[in-house]
């Protein structure tokens, strides 16, 4: 009981968090200047509606007693009015929907800026409970602007027409005045009781519609894949288990809507005889004239409709408490993931990164994330300027793990790393990151389209065996989805290019080659060592050991050991093959100390 009494709040607390940034940025004097102008049209709006009731009132009247020519003098003047009003309204929808973009546009670039710092986007990669970051920072963006704005105005609208509507309607009859209260009031709780249902449906429904979406893309993206494995008829499963997953929840939302129809129905339909049956009798002995009733009969509609907001507006509500659930968790998962790991908000060590002019570790114990194994213990080694590291093992031994350690991206465990700036380091993952951009931008990322001559790219993909791209694509400068068109060794010799374009002092390669055949393995190497840049690398293949000074053996059980990498490049079965307590050249010690 006591967490639905504390739901709203949550609910409040959440909007704050989410909005409140927007309204003391650098866009705070746009928007309050736009919020300022809906506002003063949605005033002006209200009063043309009052004076419009006042001349239907008085255009009945004169009806009533037969007089044509003010009958119709007020049928222009009514007329003069809708046509003064029609600017109006049109400019407060556009000003409207021109607020909720300015926020949209804010809203997203503030998420995506938040998402991508500190390696937030790394981190929640790994929380479950946090699906679709994509969907949050676009579509519930989207939503939530529109229906703040949407619901806000809409709020301020209904208190400036049961403000301005009350006066009236009290002149006319108090009893009519007290009814449409008690009426409008039972009418919300009864709403609330019937749908309470709907703000955790409709937050399982936007869930839900994401996960389908994300199992129909998946295809897309692994078209190849579930060809060669001929998977069509489990993922056609997933993709119908999601559907189905969704239909059900929709339905359940269809019965609590419908269960509301049942009772917004004949409640919005009596509205119109309320007044009526409370008027008449005044009407019947001459207290009333026909125009009163009129007046009455509008001002009782626009107080209603203003006092019902709730009833008329609970779906949308109700979806929009969702939204805010989605969002608000979202932010809460960036600020806790934003710091270096969960294990330092508990004084649990981690991971620390020194800078230095030297890559080394001293004492380095790399953990899996919830701390139920040690990948490897107490790992010490200095890399001098102009050497190379060659890290083998077998597969889930820790390898990766150990290469993210020294990137600052896992600091799961203790110890220190020392290492030089991030400006004077690159990282290489097996999978590179290709955008969708040109070929120029493909080779320059990160860094800006200007980061070399033409020739200079020329040459540079001549070094790694891609001279042939510009020709098969038209050009530096023509956008292609580089990950649908190259091949994986085609991305992995264009993410060296970007590692001989940037000269850092020291690489980082995660089986960088581990599509390529040998000659474009011996080719990229050769190139990369000319460079003098300091080089680690993870891999299986024994080659390797003919560009490496040194072996670290990451066996899986902590234990490690240092050794020279020369001298093994005879063994005749890759490394990742033996036991790695077999591998010749192998320090024995305890933990290779």
């Known amino acids: 009981m006591k967490h639905k009494l504390n739901q709203p709040l949550s609910l409040f607390k959440r909007f704050l968090a989410i909005a409140a940034p927007f309204w003391v940025s650098r ?62 309204m049109v400019y407060y929808g556009y000003l409207r929907t021109k607020l909720a973009l300015v926020w949209r546009s804010w809203l997203t ?85 019937i ?15 994401a996960d389908l979406r994300y199992s129909v893309a998946d295809v897309r993206r692994d078209f190849e894949s579930i060809a060669f494995y001929r998977g069509e008829k489990r993922v056609r499963m997933q993709i119908l288990r999601n559907l189905v997953a969704s239909i059900k929840n929709l339905e359940m939302i269809m ?46 509609g626009n107080i209603f409709a203003g006092m019902s907001l709730l009833v008329s507006q609970f779906g949308a509500i109700s979806a929009f408490g969702a939204n805010i659930t989605r969002l608000g968790s979202f932010l809460e998962a960036l600020d806790h993931h934003s710091v270096p790991s969960s294990a330092s908000n508990h004084g649990a060590d981690i991971i620390t990164i020194v800078p230095s002019e030297a890559l080394a570790t001293e004492a380095v114990t790399v953990l899996t994330p919830d701390s139920a194994r040690t990948l490897v213990q107490d790992l010490s080694f200095v890399l001098e300027a102009g050497s190379s590291l060659l890290i083998m093992g077998p597969s889930g031994a820790g390898k990766s793990s150990v290469l993210r350690a020294l990137a600052g991206i896992w600091s799961f465990g203790s110890g220190t790393v020392y290492r030089p700036d991030r400006r004077d380091m690159m990282f290489l993952p097996q999978r590179p990151h ?48 580089w990950r649908d068109v190259l091949s994986l060794g085609e991305q992995q010799r264009l993410s060296f290019a970007r590692l ?81 307590h077999d591998w010749p050249g192998r320090d024995r010690g305890s933990n290779g100390k």
């Open 434 to 481: 290709v955008p969708v951009s040109t070929l120029r931008a493909a080779l320059c990322y990160p860094r800006t389209l200007t980061c070399a001559t033409d020739s200079h790219l020329l040459a540079l993909l001549k070094l790694v065996n891609l001279s042939d791209l510009p020709v098969r694509y038209g050009g530096l400068d023509v956008e292609q989805n």
């Open 27 to 88: 866009q705070k004097w746009r928007a309050l200047g736009l919020l300022a102008t809906l506002l003063t049209l949605l005033c002006g709006v209200t009063v043309l509606n009052v004076y419009n009731s006042f001349v239907m009132g008085r255009l009945m009247d004169a009806l009533q007693k037969e007089d044509g020519y003010l009958f119709y003098k007020l049928v222009g003047l009514y007329s003069l009015v809708v046509l003064a009003g029609t600017p109006v």
């Open 255 to 300: 019965i609590v809507n419908r269960n509301m129809g049942f009772f917004t129905t004949g409640y919005n339909a009596l509205v119109a005889l309320i007044p009526l049956a409370i008027a008449a009798p005044i009407f019947f002995h001459h207290h009333m004239e026909f125009g009163a009733l009129t007046r009455a009969g509008i001002a009782f």
């Open 109 to 193: 670039a503030h998420l995506t800026s938040r998402y991508l710092s500190r390696l937030a986007y790394y981190r929640l990669a790994g929380d479950s409970e946090i699906d679709n970051p994509d969907e949050r920072i676009t579509q519930d963006v989207d939503t939530f602007c529109n229906m703040t704005v949407g619901l806000s105005i809409s709020i301020c609208d209904a208190l400036f027409t049961i403000c301005s509507f009350t006066g009236v309607l009290i002149s006319i009859s108090i009893p009519l005045t007290a009814a449409v209260v008690i009426y409008a009031l039972l009418g919300s709780l009864i709403s609330i009781w």
């Open 500 to 580: 001989l374009l940037n000269r850092p002092k020291f690489a980082v390669l995660d089986e960088a080659t581990s599509a390529l055949d040998d000659a474009n393995e011996m080719r990229l190497y050769e190139q990369l060592r000319a460079t003098g840049t300091t080089l680690i690398s993870v891999g299986h293949r024994r080659s390797l050991l003919n560009y490496h000074d040194r072996l670290l053996t990451i066996v899986g059980d902590g234990s490690w050991s240092l050794s020279d990498a020369k001298g093994l490049t005879d063994l005749r079965e890759p490394l990742g093959s033996k036991d790695p």
């Open 195 to 209: 749908g309470k249902k709907l703000v955790p449906l409709n937050f399982q429904h936007t869930k839900l519609e």
